[in-house]
């Protein structure tokens, strides 16, 4: 195993390479790994829908309409409530507030469990999306159709169960393969707003759940006594340490993911997307070599992999970060190649 002084420095280092600050002037690590990742990728496969063509023989009707109508409302709704967010045995409450003014969305997050709780604030427009974190509109990305995604997922609408009081539907999300993860999404039948979120693994143990535990169509009024941190939200951008190494590419990829965006070969960081799921491959030249080894930490369906390593005699540093199964994050740190 690689040398860290703990596992969290493994994300810690992954962050710091990212070349992209945090979407709120206070951030915590729950915070950005588990409400900004599900909500992210989850409206972005939405829009990917919305952006697709209306026909794809592998995607039945009354999935297409339910997404649909989840992209058409999720972004342009106002609404408020506490939600609960559990990975493994340790779970955490906060209290949630959405609101959309002039073409801005706004959400306040605010811990409402453990010690230092605090309100996070992110002011960005309706279009703009944080790279580390969430899906880029993938239908542009990946083929402009549903058949993108009904091709690495399947899709089932059924019944679904009461939360926070009202009527949902439930979508099942399904990988084909092992590379990526299951979810399930009760979808509120009036809005369609994601009321609850499971990401599952392949033995069908739940990674994370996100739920709201009270909503209310509405946003929340901001209390004079909770102070709010300013933030910024820059578009995506790549800084310039990020832009300086040596050529690179990977030689396997899991069938449905695409580059996020066109970068030089020589960035220090590639992000790629199937729609649903997303994860950034970083490369570090190293000026001497380290021990080989790997370093592994998983904080609900995120995943920060480190490998060292030498390629074509020159030490590297290797990182995998998103929500990808371990072995898909060992198998792509594997598959890294100078050009």
Request: charged share 20%; hydrophobic share 35%; net charge neutral.
């Amino acid at each position: 195993m690689l040398d860290h002084s703990g596992t969290s420095s493994i994300f810690k280092r992954a962050f710091s390479r990212s070349g992209c600050g945090p979407c709120v002037g206070r951030p915590s690590d729950f915070a950005r790994l588990s409400y900004k990742a599900l909500t992210g990728a989850l409206l972005s496969l939405a829009a990917a829908f919305t952006l697709a063509q209306p026909q794809c023989d592998a995607l039945a009707p009354s999935v297409a309409r339910l997404l649909q109508a989840m992209s058409s409302n999720a972004q342009r709704g106002n609404y408020s409530g506490v939600v609960t967010l559990q990975r493994g045995n340790d779970m955490q409450i906060m209290e949630l507030s959405h609101r959309v003014e002039n073409g801005q969305a706004s959400e306040e997050l605010s811990r409402l469990t453990g010690q230092d709780a605090l309100v996070e604030r992110t002011d960005h427009p309706t279009d703009c999306m944080h790279p580390g974190h969430q899906l880029l509109r993938s239908a542009e990305i990946i083929d402009g159709s549903f058949c993108g995604l009904a091709s690495v997922y399947r899709f089932r609408v059924q019944p679904g169960d009461r939360i926070a009081g009202r009527a949902s539907l439930r979508l099942r999300v399904e990988p084909k393969d092992m590379y990526r993860f299951g979810h399930v999404l009760e979808l509120d039948q009036d809005t369609a707003l994601i009321l609850k979120s499971s990401t599952f693994a392949a033995d069908q143990s739940v990674l994370e759940q996100f739920q709201f535990a009270s909503i209310s169509m509405a946003p929340r009024q901001p209390a004079d006594a909770v102070v709010e941190y300013e933030a910024t939200h820059p578009h995506p951008h790549e800084s310039e340490h990020l832009r300086r190494g040596v050529a690179w590419d990977l030689a396997w990829l899991p069938e449905g993911f695409m580059p996020t965006d066109s970068v030089p070969k020589e960035s220090q960081r590639k992000s790629y997307t199937d729609g649903l799921a997303s994860f950034s491959v970083f490369l570090e030249p190293l000026g001497a070599a380290i021990k080989p080894g790997e370093g592994v930490e998983r904080q609900g369906s995120t995943v920060a992999y480190t490998r060292g390593t030498l390629l074509d005699r020159r030490p590297v540093l290797v990182t995998v970060l998103g929500e990808i199964p371990t072995n898909t994050a060992r198998m792509l740190a594997d598959s890294v190649r100078l050009q």
